[in-house]
């Protein structure tokens, strides 16, 4: 069974648990099949990963990457607001699109 989230690729989030409470940047992918319900948020939750070398060109050693976060863990930001808020539908002719809870603006 697929789930279907509130938050898409490219959306602007807020991180409101966690070790990168706070801050905030854009969604780069969201996981649905074998991570169930994690996201990889830009510049947050960095961890060090060891790199083998694959051939005597490519360096190897210790890279920086984005690491999986909980799609709980994260929070839309809406773009009048400014400020972390749930996701709320409205229905627009035949389409349903996104809106903030608080103030009703289409995210």
Same mark, same amino acid.
């Given at each position: 069974?697929?789930?279907?989230?509130?938050?898409?690729?490219?959306?602007?989030?807020?991180?409101?648990?966690?070790?990168?409470?706070?801050?905030?940047?854009?969604?780069?992918?969201?996981?649905?099949?074998?991570?169930?319900?994690?996201?990889?948020?830009?510049?947050?939750?960095?961890?060090?990963?060891?790199?083998?070398?694959?051939?005597?060109?490519?360096? %190897?050693?210790?890279?920086?990457?984005?690491?999986? @976060? #909980?799609?709980?863990?994260?929070?839309? $930001? !809406?773009? =009048? *607001? %400014?400020?972390?808020?749930?996701?709320?539908?409205? @229905? #627009?002719?035949?389409?349903?699109?996104? $809106? !903030?809870? =608080? *103030? %009703?603006?289409?995210?």
């Amino acid at each position: 069974m697929q789930h279907k989230y509130k938050i898409h690729k490219d959306d602007n989030v807020e991180i409101i648990a966690g070790k990168d409470k706070g801050k905030r940047g854009t969604i780069l992918r969201v996981f649905e099949k074998n991570n169930k319900g994690r996201v990889i948020v830009s510049g947050c939750n960095i961890v060090k990963k060891a790199i083998k070398r694959k051939s005597q060109q490519d360096a %190897g050693g210790i890279a920086e990457i984005e690491a999986p @976060l #909980d799609i709980s863990n994260v929070a839309l $930001v !809406c773009k =009048k *607001c %400014g400020r972390p808020v749930r996701a709320g539908y409205k @229905l #627009d002719g035949d389409k349903k699109i996104r $809106v !903030c809870r =608080k *103030c %009703g603006e289409a995210l």
